[in-house]
């Protein structure tokens, strides 16, 4: 079984950047790893997934020109470099394991082994 566990929160400053890290453990050849964010008082939401079966990056419409998601050379850690980040932003970030179907990418539900969470918080 697949096992996440993020880093790299912190504070930073509207207009600034910050790149969170997502260490995968397990077998990863069938499955997606994705970003999600909760800000307080809001459900949780999709940021962007990586696909290891076709080695591909997918984006919510939010994240699409701002945010990358990227893998290193040996696929034990995937990376969410944030850019452009703005007060919208701040929320706790989520790194999740799971095997949804590309039509499924987005929903948190088919997402079966999550990490602790790590706390982003953008200044204005």
């Known amino acids: 079984q697949v096992q996440v566990a993020e880093s790299g929160g912190g504070l930073v400053q509207a207009g600034g950047s910050l790149r969170l890290s997502c260490a995968v453990s397990?077998?990863?050849?069938?499955?997606?790893i994705a970003w999600f964010r909760q800000a307080p008082g809001k459900e949780r939401e999709y940021v962007a997934a990586w696909r290891y079966n076709n080695n591909r990056p997918y984006y919510a419409d939010f994240a699409q020109g701002r945010f990358t998601i990227s893998r290193d050379n040996a696929g034990n850690t995937l990376y969410l470099q944030m850019n452009a980040m703005g007060p919208d932003d701040t929320g706790v970030y989520y790194c999740a394991a799971g095997q949804p179907i590309l039509s499924a990418i987005q929903r948190s539900s088919m997402y079966r082994t999550w990490g602790q969470g790590t706390q982003v918080s953008v200044s204005s």
């Open positions: 397990g077998r990863t050849s069938s499955t997606v």
